[in-house]
């Protein structure tokens, strides 16, 4: 258990507590002004919940501990994200809920489960829509970000490695180009150069489906999607030459795998489906 | 990668819909039964030097899929660094081919109700002058829709509401 990364998740989940308990007084400063005091009885209920996301060090093993410690400070990222982007679009009730149910999630015994409970939150926040995909992808960045910052990339658990090839994936899937250049990614995830390009290569390694070569990064999936609509809607293909340089392999699957959706489809339509 | 199993089994799927779209085409009556000149389609032609793209003067769609799939054989033969640009034309080639047959299904369904109402015309309550125009406004759907797919059958999407409209009215005026 490394000393940095203890440190780095307590003060992350005392700074995102104390964010997280502004916006709660605001929105019950809010309630009072219209004298809502239902509303502002529940936010004094939730601003104590928050209050109490911190381990309790002596119910946990030292490594337990840490596991802990990244559930919780998982759990405030998304609390404050869901707080700074919804409180002005959705009823604090609604809010309120989201919040206790994840709050819920951290304290019934899955504070153990990081990865269980970075999957619940997920699906909790799919229920918020876009709105909650959004949430979900900004407060996993906050948190990958300030371990990898603080204490570097080794630091992050297998399932933290997992979330971090996610939002790089997504990151990559939200892109009109068929790649993303590690620039982009320093600006995007908010890492440094250097270290980002340390981070896509141990993940190339580890999970093939990441791509890169020189500065450039894609996903076999993207290329994929890609060449369909480049095929489909006849776009530019400026990119394809660049794309034959960099991965020709890929782009050869990438081909083979749209001709055969493309003859399916074609059968499709001869079957009448 | 391409791997003979890809190829082997894309020819496999290309000539069922070869098949298929033979069976189907004999009701295309307005489209010379699938064997009127439709589409242009780039042959590939290898050898051991080089490979030669020669675009052909259009064909049927029966035709164009033979020529695909004879392209899709000479795939694995060829290096790997040109086989990206064939399997390139491929793709573009074979969406182009769903495009057209999607259209010409669709053209189709309005041609046969166009036949039908065609044939309804002598049942009807009017006189024989009218029942001269209606038939020739029918004939003349038939050729124009006939023609659009002999010139630019990929601008049926910016005509078919033309037709549809044109079956509707016809179809309230025969029938209803």
């Known amino acids: ?273 | 990668m391409i791997s003979t199993e890809n190829i082997a089994e894309m020819t496999k799927k290309l000539e069922k819909l070869k098949e298929k779209i033979r069976e189907e085409s004999i009701d295309w009556w307005w489209l010379d039964q699938g064997d009127a000149a439709l589409i242009n389609i780039t042959k590939i032609e290898y050898d051991k030097k080089e490979v030669k793209y020669v675009k052909m003067p259009k064909v049927s769609i029966k035709t164009a899929i033979t020529i695909l799939l004879n392209n899709l054989k000479n795939v694995y033969n060829i290096s790997k660094g040109k086989r990206i640009q064939i399997m390139s034309i491929i793709n573009e080639e074979l969406n182009e081919l769903l495009k057209l047959v999607e259209n010409i299904r669709e053209a189709h369904k309005i041609v046969e109700e166009l036949e039908y109402l065609d044939k309804m015309i002598n049942s009807i309550d009017r006189t024989e002058e009218e029942k001269a125009e209606l038939k020739k406004i029918i004939k003349g759907s038939i050729n124009w829709i006939k023609e659009i797919f002999y010139i630019k059958p990929f601008e049926w999407g910016k005509r078919k509401e033309t037709f549809k409209n044109v079956t509707k009215k016809l179809n309230k005026t025969i029938i209803e």
């Not at chain 1, 959004?134 to 970000?145: C, D, M, N, P, S």
């Not at chain 1, 570097?152 to 899937?173: D, H, N, T, V």
């Not at chain 1, 493309?262 to 079957?271: I, P, Q």
Request: glycine residues 4%.
């Open chain 1, 1 to 273: 258990m490394s000393m940095c990364l203890r440190k780095t998740l307590e003060a992350f989940i005392r700074h995102k507590r104390s964010t997280i308990n502004e916006w709660i007084l605001e929105l019950k400063r809010q309630a009072l002004i219209n004298l809502d005091t239902t509303t502002a009885n529940m936010l004094t209920e939730l601003e104590n919940q928050v209050g109490t996301l911190m381990p309790l060090k002596t119910r946990y093993s030292p490594n337990e501990y840490i596991t802990a410690l990244r559930s919780h400070a998982l759990i405030l990222s998304y609390l404050s994200e869901l707080l700074e982007t919804a409180k002005n679009i959705l009823p604090p009730d609604m809010i309120r809920e989201v919040m206790l149910r994840m709050i819920s999630l951290v304290k019934g015994g899955l504070s153990l489960d990081f990865g269980g409970m970075a999957i619940q939150c997920k699906n909790l926040l799919q229920g918020l829509q876009e709105l909650g995909n959004q949430i979900f992808a900004e407060g996993t960045r906050k948190y990958l970000v300030t371990i990898i910052e603080s204490c570097g990339f080794e630091e992050l658990s297998k399932e933290g490695e997992f979330l971090l090839r996610e939002s790089i994936a997504s990151l990559i899937q939200s892109i009109e180009k068929p790649y993303i250049t590690i620039e982009e990614i320093c600006m995007k995830m908010g890492i440094k150069e250097k270290q980002t390009k340390k981070i896509i290569k141990k993940l190339s390694n580890l999970y093939p489906e990441i791509l890169l070569r020189n500065d450039i990064v894609s996903t076999r999936q993207k290329i994929e999607l890609w060449i369909e609509n480049v095929i489909k809607e006849k776009i530019s293909e400026d990119e394809v030459h660049k794309l034959k340089e960099l991965f020709p392999e890929q782009l050869e699957t990438a081909y083979i795998t749209s001709a055969k959706k493309l003859t399916k489809m074609f059968n499709n339509l001869l079957e009448g489906e």
